[in-house]
């Protein structure tokens, strides 16, 4: 991640986000992933209210409205919240589907973050 | 030298299966997994593809609305079968559902393709196609014909064996172009009767070869599914005329006599008699006799739990030790919702698996029972399939009945299976001298002369021991004995 202002940081924390749910949905479908994805910003609110108190527009995607909250935050915070949404929703989707298949979806849609670790798995 | 094209069967992996499609798949043909809800096509579908799926031959899974994929490999995970080392290597998965809902046919059909031009799956699934038929009946949406058209020929042009999984019923076929452009239709279906549920599996075509005809059982459990056909394939084996075909001594010597020195290979007794008269021990000793001479044995027991059996059977140590040994191998096929052909295929695997020679049905009644009610009505036509079967093995199969004792009438057998079997043994119970005694005789023995007289016999610890012949009276079995004038002998 790079360092440097909450917005940048919220900017490459959607596109990473959008990457990841893109290539889910075309696996298991857009409507499942969503709901999952929403479901962790509601559940990472119980410890960061702000991704939930902030009005939004009603057709801001949950990314969308992840991009806005992170970048409304101090850079560490937004750092934080970033990867307990992501956290979140990768436990959820290895609870229905099982861990090894969510890391190996992990590995189809960020090949370029886990080159090097076959080794470690 | 045949200028015929070769089409090359695939393995599909499910056990059972590639017997009743007639040795496989056709490579790169079309098919149809079809049937109401909740009969196993997705398991079905999943099963062949990660059995037949690896790197040189990849599989595309393409799913379109119907079950959740989320979901699914939820659940398809929960079978043995599933190997999620496969997902993303040699399986992958699409999800075309929002295409169809959005943009329609047109566009997931361009969707397909692209996908498999890109990728050159050699399997490839679409699920369920039962969206794609409802979407087709939209106002100015492309015509179902068309669509299978399509699909069919480009997918065969890139080398592809296909399967369309969908919901339909019966009636369907008739008017649906989908049964008329699939070269395969594998059906699914279940059938509930009285508290049970019977899953059948039909090949309602399967072009270029011939599949195994009829409805057959499937049984699906944490292995997956499997296929029990409906004709077991029995190699036959080529047996001599009956009066040269070895006998099998029964280990009882008295009743060896009787029967001129043995059962023949490749013939069928039943033993018949009432509660208590020894047609377990009987059979047993049967079994333990062929042991000894190196011939294995298989005892499938529709009644008592084997651990019963084994206690009950004389020499109860030596049993057990004959299990371990490899040589005897105990059935136990209790359950109430037994299908026919699970049953012949449980007992013909053992029987080629340990290369047995006898087999024991203890009894024909506890398998009736067994059996899930859809096939009780059809008990005598897969008894005789049964014994048939093991019979062209070569197999010597003995089968107990009880016969509810009647001391004013002869009954022989109960009603209808005297037929299905070479010999008869019947025993009974007499009263002589204030005892209840036990008596057998030989009712027929097809094809042989055998001794007529009634036996008197005791059930010892040794098992059943053969004494002398009931002569001096008449009329025993129908429950008004009278003493015979005249010199008797025993």
């Known amino acids: 991640m790079a360092t440097g202002s909450a917005p940048r940081l919220a900017d490459r924390a959607s596109d990473l986000t959008d990457q990841l749910l893109r290539h889910l949905a075309r696996l298991v479908g857009e409507i499942g992933i969503t709901?999952?994805?929403?479901?962790?910003?509601?559940?990472?609110?119980?410890?960061?209210?702000?991704?939930?108190?902030?009005?939004?527009?009603?057709?801001?995607?949950?990314?969308?409205?992840?991009?806005?909250?992170?970048?409304?935050?101090?850079?560490?915070?937004?750092?934080?919240?970033?990867l307990v949404v992501l956290s979140t929703f990768l436990a959820l989707l290895g609870r229905l589907i099982g861990e090894l298949l969510v890391r190996r979806m992990l590995h189809e849609a960020w090949p370029g973050a886990f080159h090097g670790d076959k080794e470690h798995e | 030298?045949?200028?015929?094209?070769?089409?090359?069967?695939?393995?599909?992996?499910?056990?059972?299966?590639?017997?009743?499609?007639?040795?496989?798949?056709?490579?790169?043909?079309?098919?149809?997994?079809?049937?109401?809800?909740?009969?196993?096509?997705?398991?079905?579908?999943?099963?062949?593809?990660?059995?037949?799926?690896?790197?040189?031959q990849p599989a595309l899974y393409i799913t379109i609305l119907g079950e959740p994929p989320l979901k699914m490999l939820r659940y398809q995970q929960q079978y043995a079968f599933f190997d999620a080392d496969k997902v993303g290597t040699s399986i992958r998965f699409l999800y075309l559902g929002s295409e169809l809902l959005d943009h329609g046919l047109e566009s997931v059909l361009r969707s397909i393709i692209k996908e498999v031009e890109a990728t050159s799956p050699k399997l490839v699934f679409v699920d369920s196609f039962r969206a794609v038929v409802r979407k087709s009946m939209e106002p100015g949406e492309m015509k179902l014909q068309s669509f299978v058209e399509r699909l069919s020929l480009h997918l065969t042009s890139w080398e592809a064996t296909t399967f369309l999984i969908g919901e339909y019923e019966e009636?369907?076929?008739?008017?649906?172009?989908?049964?008329?452009?699939?070269?395969?239709?594998?059906?699914?279906?279940?059938?509930?009767?009285?508290?049970?549920?019977?899953?059948?599996?039909?090949?309602?075509?399967?072009?270029?070869?011939?599949?195994?005809?009829?409805?057959?059982?499937?049984?699906?459990?944490?292995?997956?599914?499997?296929?029990?056909?409906?004709?077991?394939?029995?190699?036959?084996?080529?047996?001599?005329?009956?009066?040269?075909?070895?006998?099998?001594?029964?280990?009882?010597?008295?009743?060896?006599?009787?029967?001129?020195?043995?059962?023949?290979?490749?013939?069928?007794?039943?033993?018949?008699?009432?509660?208590?008269?020894?047609?377990?021990?009987?059979?047993?000793?049967?079994?333990?006799?062929?042991?000894?001479?190196?011939?294995?044995?298989?005892?499938?027991?529709?009644?008592?739990?084997?651990?019963?059996?084994?206690?009950?059977?004389?020499?109860?140590?030596?049993?057990?030790?004959?299990?371990?040994?490899?040589?005897?191998?105990?059935?136990?096929?209790?359950?109430?919702?037994l299908s026919v052909d699970e049953t012949m295929e449980e007992i013909i695997e053992a029987v080629e698996q340990l290369g047995a020679k006898r087999v024991v049905i203890d009894s024909l009644i506890g398998f009736e029972l067994a059996l899930a009610p859809s096939f009780r009505a059809e008990f005598r036509e897969s008894l005789y399939r049964l014994v048939g079967g093991l019979v062209q093995l070569g197999v010597t199969v003995i089968m107990t009945a009880e016969l509810a004792e009647s001391y004013t009438e002869l009954r022989l057998t109960p009603p209808g299976v005297s037929f299905l079997t070479d010999a008869i043994i019947l025993q009974r119970y007499w009263e002589q001298g204030g005892e209840l005694r036990k008596l057998l005789t030989v009712v027929k023995m097809r094809g042989f002369a055998h001794s007529k007289a009634l036996k008197l016999y005791d059930i010892t610890s040794e098992g059943i021991v053969i004494g002398e012949t009931l002569a001096g009276y008449e009329h025993i079995l129908v429950g008004e004995p009278s003493e015979v004038a005249g010199p008797h002998q025993s």
């Open chain 2, 171 to 337: 009636r369907e076929a008739d008017c649906n172009p989908i049964f008329t452009i699939a070269d395969g239709i594998l059906w699914l279906s279940q059938v509930a009767e009285r508290n049970s549920v019977v899953r059948k599996l039909q090949i309602v075509k399967m072009r270029g070869q011939g599949p195994a005809p009829g409805l057959h059982s499937v049984r699906i459990s944490d292995a997956g599914l499997r296929v029990f056909p409906r004709l077991p394939g029995v190699v036959h084996t080529e047996q001599a005329p009956l009066a040269l075909r070895p006998r099998r001594r029964t280990g009882i010597a008295g009743l060896d006599a009787l029967i001129g020195g043995g059962i023949p290979a490749g013939y069928s007794v039943l033993i018949v008699g009432p509660s208590g008269s020894g047609k377990t021990v009987m059979s047993t000793q049967f079994i333990r006799e062929g042991i000894a001479a190196g011939e294995p044995g298989v005892i499938a027991v529709f009644e008592k739990r084997p651990e019963e059996y084994m206690t009950a059977a004389p020499g109860v140590a030596r049993l057990e030790t004959l299990v371990a040994d490899g040589m005897l191998r105990m059935l136990y096929l209790r359950p109430l919702d």
């Open chain 2, 1 to 56: 030298m045949s200028n015929r094209v070769d089409i090359k069967k695939l393995k599909t992996g499910v056990r059972g299966l590639d017997e009743v499609l007639g040795g496989g798949l056709p490579e790169l043909s079309f098919n149809l997994i079809a049937g109401g809800p909740g009969g196993g096509k997705t398991t079905l579908a999943h099963q062949i593809m990660f059995s037949t799926a690896s790197v040189d």
């Open chain 1, 35 to 82: 709901a999952l994805f929403k479901r962790s910003m509601v559940l990472a609110s119980g410890a960061f209210p702000f991704l939930a108190d902030a009005p939004r527009p009603p057709d801001l995607t949950p990314v969308g409205a992840l991009r806005a909250a992170l970048a409304e935050q101090r850079i560490e915070l937004a750092r934080e919240v970033f």
